[in-house]
């Protein structure tokens, strides 16, 4: 170990008094400066007593120091470039949020507002009020509310309806959607006593009326929104379930998943059901999620019959469960957008790229291609045909045509190239596929070409 060196690490006051560092004090704050320089000269002490290095410079030191303070003084949670295709990537953020819902989330956070109260008779008012109507108008609902996800509305539901008593559902619905959301994890939380009946892969409607008692609450069914099960199959219809519901009053409730509110068969996609069929075909309750295929922030939609939206809102978990104002203002601006089916596709960055035409996908592809060729020497990009991804759970085997450009290097592995773009700055995920790097140009937005050039320029 050299004594030496270690006797002649700078200390804090002295790096204080250097210009790169002052700099530095106009745009950190004071203490991250501070910290930021005891963690440099740790760093070198570190290195010193494991005898790694035997000479040391101030430049060197301060060059340290800048790279840890712009680490240090990023925020954590940061924009990044989704280069995989995935439209829905529920690790990347799930769904983006249209200018327009973004405007209304500025303008209602910015300033105080109407959140609880009611302009026309000065009084106190309910948080649900502003979006109720825009729900129901689109969904054909009676009355609806909402809470922090999709999670958060079926513990709600079936609290709600079946708190103590029996919700029977088909065995081959009770699906796990990833993290830690279980259908029968989440009914245990609700109090509700999970009845399954029929079998993995068939379920019958008398399967639903043998189990039928005095303690029953609720007829559930949850659409298998993230798989599909083939070949000998049969689901209980929401017709059926209904009938059997009025038959016995006994109300039925749909977790539908995704919030599909745009008959997307029209768009050559495979028939996924929308929120409008289920409410058209008289189930009493339905809930999704506002930030999958819907388009919109993080929440949970209810829509249903009156009598059993309003008992929900006097539910005590609903306190627990509420949704925040700047969601709900999100959440306002997205849904009116489908008041014109155009505007939503428009303007919703979600259905905008789901919808997204092969041709335009595959401009974006030479235009990028043309800008990296000129630019960066190591690699070499070819344009190619692919598919894309839903993702979020949603339309598992939807294979979406787009186009790609595939990443080809001699200097690099592929492990390497991806791991290099990931660690960039502003990082790029791409997906490594057979021993290739791959970037999905219909989950890349022309304003991060700039991002994607500048991180391969920088590959060293
Ligand atoms: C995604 C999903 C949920 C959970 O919704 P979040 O909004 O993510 O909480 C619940 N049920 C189904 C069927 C889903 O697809």
Do not use: W
Request: net charge neutral.
């Amino acid at each position: 170990m050299n004594k030496e060196l270690l006797r002649n690490l700078p200390k804090v006051d002295e790096l204080l008094k250097e210009e790169v560092v002052e700099k530095q004090l106009n745009v950190a704050m004071r203490t991250l400066v501070i910290d930021t320089l005891r963690e440099t000269i740790e760093y070198y002490r570190n290195l010193i007593l494991k005898d790694k290095i035997d000479s040391i410079s101030k430049e060197k030191v301060l060059e340290t120091f800048l790279n840890l303070i712009k680490k240090n003084n990023a925020p954590k949670l940061k924009k990044l470039v989704n280069a995989t295709g995935t439209v829905i990537h529920t690790n990347l953020g799930r769904s983006l949020l249209s200018d327009t819902a973004v405007e209304a989330v500025i303008n209602v956070s910015k300033n105080y507002n109407n959140l609880e109260y009611n302009i026309e008779t000065g009084k106190r008012g309910l948080r649900y009020s502003h979006i109720e109507d825009i729900i129901t108008k689109i969904t054909g609902a009676e009355a609806a509310m909402v809470v922090n996800n999709n999670a958060a509305a079926v513990m709600l539901v079936l609290n709600t309806l079946c708190n103590g008593m029996e919700a029977i559902v088909s065995r081959g619905q009770l699906v796990e959607i990833g993290g830690s959301f279980r259908v029968p994890e989440v009914m245990k939380f609700s109090n509700a006593k999970l009845v399954e009946v029929g079998t993995t892969n068939r379920t019958h409607v008398y399967d639903y009326e043998n189990n039928i008692n005095e303690n029953t609450g609720v007829l559930l069914k949850v659409h298998t929104s993230n798989f599909k099960i083939l070949g000998f199959t049969e689901e209980v219809s929401i017709e059926d379930l209904v009938k059997l519901g009025e038959k016995n009053n006994i109300p039925t409730y749909e977790d539908i998943g995704s919030g599909v509110l745009i008959d997307y068969c029209k768009y050559g996609f495979t028939y996924e059901p929308t929120v409008q069929e289920s409410v058209k075909k008289g189930i009493d309750v339905v809930s999704f999620s506002g930030d999958k295929m819907l388009g919109g922030p993080q929440a949970g939609i209810i829509v249903g019959k009156k009598v059993f939206i309003d008992r929900m809102k006097k539910n005590q978990l609903t306190r627990a469960l509420r949704i925040d104002k700047m969601t709900l203002a999100a959440l306002e601006a997205t849904l009116r957008l489908y008041l014109d089916e155009k505007e939503a596709i428009d303007k919703i960055p979600t259905v905008n790229m789901l919808l997204s035409p092969k041709d335009e996908i595959k401009k974006k592809a030479i235009s990028l291609k043309r800008r990296l060729k000129n630019k960066v020497s190591d690699f070499n990009f070819d344009i190619e045909e692919d598919f894309s991804m839903v993702g979020g759970g949603s339309m598992p085997t939807e294979r979406i045509e787009t186009y790609v450009l595939k990443v080809k290097s001699k200097v690099y592995t592929p492990e390497e190239i991806e791991c290099k773009l990931r660690m960039n700055e502003i990082p790029i995920i791409t997906r490594v596929y057979n021993n290739e790097v791959i970037m999905d140009l219909r989950t890349i937005f022309k304003k991060d070409f700039d991002d994607i050039v500048k991180a391969f320029s920088s590959i060293k």
